[in-house]
């Protein structure tokens, strides 16, 4: 999974820094949630699709497939809300389902803001190893090492709880060890054979890391003192990042108010 | 044992406690990830079916607070799980973060309510059913949801609340018993001096 996102070409975007990278990445977030015009939401999910492309790093066809599931999202998120929301203007009543033209378009609005939300945040996902994150984090905001390292350690125990796993479901089918009883009865069978092995050994397994972590001062108290393998800083790529991503949704805006598509400023219900 | 008792003055998480808390978390945030087709499952079997099963994703903040039992173990287990989303690259990604923040925080604040002092079932329903009321505040605020026709906004979440205070209240009870069985809750919670005195006493 992990390694489907790595991105075969290095883009300006890897090499800002992770922190920064993040508090710009959540404003823009912000900027996308407090939208409520059309033509911005529909501009946004373009022009931030479009740099997961540009600067995602992932050969082309790698991001159409990234970018596929997209449509579902789309169905997934506008939906419920033009079957069932309200509205006025009514296009089409079928039983319990109404659709309306304001319901219609708070739907479309939904589903594309929510494209815009899938491709900002991949696009920095797929540019910002975790590690890197955290080691940022530390430098930068002054997060505590206990809870940047904790982070990172449990990263890397994940793929052996994976392991585990697997180990499980072998030594149940060696042992011919059979789900018994199907639904609720079944489901609580798996999680008698499952969960709590693979939980109370991860729990036994983070204890231990967590007591060599602290026998080598991983918890330090930090401080000015504290010297990092990697260190982070910010520099001029910071920078055109920045101005990138604001001309990027600076963009989309301007596109909105002066060759709107369907020119509905507030997609809210007003009675 | 002197050492435990060492451990005992010092308040807050520590490391071993962090580490507990995010990597459990992180293996129910996978869970969290696969239980979207579950999810999937569950909506043709009739209307809103799929919120049955919603309340799995608040599975992190009750568990890990039943067993670590120190404050502001729920949230943050809340946002280590969403930060699996972020690790797998879900489309979901950065929005999860944002519902586990008030997620977390809405199960922590029962937890606080009772002032870190009680873990029986039924607090942890409450959390549970406080996650959900804390997802609805997010889907007021971004998704629109008072702009549901009313009987279906009351359907849905209804169905939410009560799956949750299932899912994440009674379920996460069940298995954080069932790990008290396997005797890792002594590596958590080591007996402290007052469990001593209490033995004195009788």
Redesign the interface.
């Given at each position: 999974m992990i390694e489907l996102l790595t991105p075969s070409r290095a883009t300006i975007l890897q090499r800002a820094n992770p922190a920064f990278k993040l508090v710009l990445f959540i404003v823009l977030f912000l900027v996308t949630v407090q939208t409520r015009s059309i033509d911005f939401a529909i501009n946004q999910a373009a022009v931030y699709t479009l740099l997961l492309f540009i600067l995602g790093g992932f050969p082309v066809r790698k991001t159409l497939l990234i970018v596929l599931p997209f449509m579902l999202l789309f169905i997934s998120s506008s939906s419920t809300m033009i079957l069932f929301g309200k509205g006025d203007t009514l296009w089409w009543q079928w039983g319990l389902v109404r659709i309306t033209e304001e319901s219609f378009y708070r739907g479309i609005h939904l589903g594309f803001r929510s494209i815009a939300f899938a491709a900002e945040g991949l696009l920095f996902v797929s540019t910002t190893p975790s590690v890197k994150l955290f080691y940022a984090l530390m430098q930068s905001f002054r997060l505590a090492p206990r809870y940047a390292y904790s982070f990172m350690a449990s990263i890397r125990l994940l793929p052996m709880v994976w392991e585990e796993f697997l180990i499980r479901r072998q030594a149940l089918q060696v042992r011919g060890a059979r789900i018994r009883g199907k639904g609720l009865k079944g489901l609580a069978e798996h999680i008698r054979m499952y969960a709590v092995p693979l939980l109370s050994q991860s729990i036994r397994r983070a204890h231990r890391v967590a007591v060599a972590m602290e026998a080598k001062q991983f918890e330090g108290q930090g401080g000015r003192e504290r010297t990092y393998f990697y260190p982070s800083r910010i520099c001029w790529i910071d920078g055109i990042v920045l101005m990138l991503l604001v001309l990027a949704s600076f963009a989309a805006y301007a596109a909105a108010l002066h060759f709107p598509w369907l020119g509905i400023t507030d997609v809210r219900y007003h009675a | 044992m002197n050492h435990a008792l060492t451990m005992e003055k010092r308040k807050g998480?520590?490391?071993?406690d962090?580490?507990?808390?995010?990597?459990?978390s992180?293996?129910i945030g996978?869970v969290y990830h696969f239980w979207g087709s579950v999810y999937d499952l569950f909506k043709p079997l009739f209307?809103q079916a799929d919120e049955l099963v919603y309340g799995v994703w608040f599975l992190a903040p009750t568990l890990a607070m039943l067993?670590i039992r120190k404050p502001g173990v729920a949230i943050l287990a809340e946002v280590?799980a969403a930060?699996v989303e972020?690790?797998?690259?879900?489309?979901?990604?950065?929005?999860l973060v944002?519902y586990s923040l008030v997620q977390g925080l809405a199960a922590e604040l029962i937890f606080a309510v009772f002032r870190y002092r009680s873990f029986r079932m039924g607090t942890a329903a409450f959390a549970g059913a406080a996650a959900a009321l804390g997802s609805l505040l997010v889907d007021v605020?971004?998704?629109?949801v008072t702009?549901?026709?009313l009987w279906?906004m009351l359907f849905k979440y209804a169905l939410r609340i009560v799956s949750s205070a299932i899912l994440a209240g009674y379920?996460a009870f069940a298995?954080a018993k069932?790990?008290e069985a396997?005797g890792?809750t002594q590596?958590?919670r080591p007996v402290s001096k007052r469990d001593y005195e209490a033995l004195d006493h009788d």
């Open positions: - | 998480l520590r490391l071993s962090l580490l507990v808390t995010i990597l459990l992180l293996v996978v209307f067993l280590a930060h972020i690790m797998f690259g879900s489309e979901w990604g950065i929005q944002l605020y971004y998704g629109y702009d549901y026709t279906m379920l298995l069932a790990l396997t890792v590596l958590l």
